[in-house]
């Protein structure tokens, strides 16, 4: 995991306007430099935590960090408004919402799969999610590199903005009775994944438009998150290639 430690080299790298994952301070830390950092942080869109000493000393990997400890990204994020204009003028919007995915070997999964399928990005929670640290960037087998991904403060007010935008929201839950090859998927989408072992919250499944589920035929109740996300993005990409029938003519 690249990091920063020390209020200046934090500042500097701010100042610069480097892309950082977010920033974590010592509970308790106080002073003027202190909350510059956090300023400069939150103007730059970047999430700060606030965490223990001692699991801020196991992070920096030292207890010489003067209470601040900044995690490099491995991506620059994308703004989510920019996320919204599908790639290819031509083909219906795609984008892929993650409620909560903390494993980063996950959501690089995703973010692979999210370019092959054509998606024109990944939008993530800042909040209880995996960032865009080197892990993810080695699980993504350097797609993270070429699929914008957007970190929101608040996803469900971004999938309000969705749909203002033309957009469908299609949330995978293992208890819903329309399956994922019974949506049309040839307009804008966005395909909600909650988090491992969790699900989608109730905010998040309340504002999809639908809900759907993977038929499973033995003894697990559900697929990995990411090999989930992989059947529903191939779904999709089955049904927009699929070249219409033209009338028969009589």
């Not at 020390?6 to 301070?25: C, F, K, N, Y």
């Not at 010592?26 to 956090?38: C, D, F, T, Y």
Request: aromatic share 2%; glycine share 8%; with cysteine.
């Amino acid at each position: 995991m690249n990091r920063l430690t020390g209020i200046h080299a934090v500042r500097e790298a701010l100042e610069a306007s480097q892309p950082l994952d977010s920033l974590i301070v010592a509970k308790g830390s106080h002073g003027n430099r202190i909350e510059e950092l956090v300023r400069l942080a939150r103007q730059h869109g970047v999430p700060v935590r606030f965490e223990e000493r001692i699991q801020l000393d196991r992070t920096a990997g030292t207890r010489e960090h003067q209470g601040v400890v900044a995690i490099v990204a491995a991506s620059p994020t994308a703004r989510f408004e920019d996320l919204l204009k599908p790639r290819d003028p031509e083909a219906p919007g795609l984008l892929v919402l993650l409620d909560g995915v903390e494993d980063p070997q996950n959501l690089g999964a995703i973010v692979r799969t999210s370019l092959a399928a054509g998606a024109q990005g990944v939008v993530i929670p800042e909040r209880r999610a995996a960032g865009l640290t080197d892990s993810v960037a080695r699980a993504s087998a350097g797609a993270l590199a070429h699929l914008p991904v957007a970190r929101v403060t608040n996803l469900s007010r971004a999938m309000e903005e969705m749909k203002e935008a033309g957009y469908w929201l299609v949330g995978l839950d293992e208890r819903a009775e329309k399956r994922h090859t019974e949506v049309d998927f040839k307009i804008p989408v966005g395909i909600v994944l909650g988090g491992e072992g969790k699900g989608l919250h109730a905010l998040v499944r309340e504002r999809c438009d639908f809900l759907v589920s993977i038929p499973m035929l033995g003894k697990v109740p559900s697929l990995n998150v990411s090999v989930a996300a992989a059947v529903v993005l191939y779904e999709i990409v089955r049904q927009r290639r699929v070249k219409a029938v033209p009338s028969s003519t009589k």
